[in-house]
Antibody, heavy 121, light 108 residues
Framework: EVRLVESGGGLIQPGGSLRLSCAAS????????MNWVRQAPGKGLEWVSY????????DYADSVKGRFTISRDNAKNSLYLQMNSLRAEDTAVYYC??????????????WGQGTRVTVSS | DIQMTQSPSSLSVSVGDRVTITCRAS??????LNWYQQKPGKAPKVLIS???TLQSGVPSRFSGSGSGTDFTLTITSLQPEDFATYYC??????????FGQGTKLEIK
């Protein structure tokens, strides 16, 4: 069974830093591209960041580019999101999601339960 | 970036109704369109990938159609467990997988 478990969320002051983790199990992590998606309170889903299976390719939403860094440790079956210079608008539940491919189509087939980040003084 | 416009933002419906939700992309995305269902306090769940491929375990009352820029999610004979928020997502190219704003189905 595919399992993704996020951790590392919490209350942080504006300008602070936080590192989220996502522990993966039940599949060959090193073969999967991964993503972070967030959801602000009462709002919709926002794609945040992507990392390829081996890690050389990453991408970010414009709203977090230059402040967030996605990384992975395939030996530890773990995904990370380093969040710096946090702002109130980064307050959200953060989900890690596995990207599945079939032919030329791809989608997020497995999601974690989410970890809540609150940026407030 | 590709923008996704989903409508309506909310819909008041009854059990047994037929529901149609639309999603429009700001540029052609072929059939790189996915639909997700999210219930309160839960992670999203994929229903349909590639615009029309029903995921394993998803009831056949859900269907998707469209290509290019215009897409539709249809739920025939709405069931009580279908009251949720639905999101479209474009997965054209690599990364920058934007979501629509969501459509919340509410009980009439």
């Amino acid at each position: 069974e595919v399992r993704l478990v996020e951790s590392g969320g919490g209350l942080i002051q504006p300008g602070g830093s936080l590192r989220l983790s996502c522990a993966a199990s039940g599949f060959i992590f090193s073969r999967s591209s991964m993503n972070w998606v967030r959801q602000a309170p009462g709002k919709g889903l926002e794609w945040v960041s992507y990392i390829s299976s081996s890690g050389p390719t990453t991408d970010y939403a414009d709203s977090v580019k230059g402040r967030f860094t996605i990384s992975r440790d395939n030996a530890k079956n773990s995904l990370y999101l380093q969040m710096n210079s946090l702002r109130a608008e980064d307050t959200a539940v953060y989900y890690c999601a596995r990207e599945l491919y079939f032919g030329d189509k791809n989608w997020f087939d497995s999601w974690g339960q989410g970890t809540r980040v609150t940026v407030s003084s | 970036d590709i923008q996704m416009t989903q409508s309506p933002s909310s819909l008041s419906v009854s059990v047994g109704d037929r529901v149609t939700i639309t999603c429009r992309a700001s540029q052609s995305i072929s059939t790189s369109l996915n639909w997700y269902q999210q219930k309160p306090g839960k992670a999203p769940k994929v229903l349909i990938s590639g615009a029309s491929t029903l995921q394993s375990g998803v009831p056949s009352r859900f269907s998707g159609s469209g290509s290019g820029t215009d897409f539709t999610l249809t739920i025939t004979s709405l069931q009580p467990e279908d009251f949720a928020t639905y999101y479209c997502q474009q997965s054209y190219g690599t990364a920058r997988y934007t979501f629509g704003q969501g459509t919340k189905l509410e009980i009439k």
